[in-house]
């Protein structure tokens, strides 16, 4: 579904991303792990096209999108959720889900009817949303959601497009264990059904969802491998010392 081939990215003299190979099967959850500052969050930009590789390639379902746009890649099937969040506040989470699905299908509604009310747009946007165990809380002001619920809705709002590959970047930054562990079971649940690209500090989520990992150091992948292959990787342990914390 994804192949990476040698990227290269530079910040001035900083080699943020070096020669990294890697690639993610259909269907596959592909965590990718490092320490800080190791490029998971620059690579993720190059995946979704915020940013171009240097040089190197990118090959997403069999087509060469090193060089489209961001939105050219969202419109080909690449999904994905941000580290920020990127709600309207003071909408419905559904009208959130439905927005996002109306940006993503261009404008093929007729503009004298009420858009919100479109039964193409609520009926994929309520699935969507009981997809992430949302559908109690379909017409919940995002305002007086809890911060781990915001995250479940960004990620509906990444699953009403459809995505052929999902790119996720910390879907469990500032999570309560409680909230951390709820979204462990939404991907669990999600397995399967969409390649996954998932970036994650969490150990334990990481090493109870993925099929394989790879290990970014100096914007390299050292190793990929199962979780018991990368728990077992000489290499891999060397690579975490000095950061005892993240040892696996
Ligand atoms: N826009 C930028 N301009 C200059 N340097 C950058 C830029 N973005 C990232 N870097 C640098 O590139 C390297 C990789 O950063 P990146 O954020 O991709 O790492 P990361 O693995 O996602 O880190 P973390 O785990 O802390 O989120 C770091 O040294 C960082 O300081």
Do not use: C
Request: aromatic share 6%; glycine share 8%; no cysteine.
């Amino acid at each position: 579904m994804l192949k990476v081939e040698h990227l290269v990215k530079h910040f001035g003299g900083l080699k943020a991303t070096d020669d990294l190979s890697l690639e993610v099967y259909p269907g596959e959850l592909h965590a990718v792990i490092g320490p800080n500052g190791a490029g998971k969050t620059t690579l993720i930009h190059q995946l979704s096209g915020e940013y171009f590789p240097d040089s190197g390639r990118i090959i997403f379902d069999g087509m060469d999108i090193t060089r489209k746009k961001a939105h050219s890649r969202a419109l080909s099937g690449l999904g994905r959720s941000y580290q920020i969040s990127s709600v309207f506040m003071e909408f419905s989470a559904i009208q959130n889900v439905m927005m996002a699905l109306l940006a993503h299908s261009g404008h093929s509604f007729r503009f004298w009817h009420p858009v919100l009310k479109e039964r193409r747009l609520l009926e994929p946007a309520m699935a969507s949303l009981e997809q992430v165990g949302l559908g109690s809380m379909a017409d919940q002001t995002v305002a007086n959601m809890a911060h781990g619920q915001r995250r479940q809705l960004e990620l509906a709002m990444v699953l009403v497009t459809q995505p052929k590959l999902l790119l996720l970047d910390e879907p469990m930054a500032g999570m309560s264990q409680l909230e951390s562990e709820r979204v462990i079971e939404i991907l669990a649940s999600l397995k399967g059904r969409y390649a996954i690209l998932l970036v994650e500090h969490d150990m334990d989520a990481v090493f109870a969802l993925a099929d394989r990992i790879s290990v970014l150091v100096y914007g390299h992948a050292i190793a990929t491998g199962t979780p018991e292959e990368i728990r077992s990787s000489a290499l891999v342990r060397e690579a975490y010392l000095g950061d005892p914390e993240d040892v696996v």
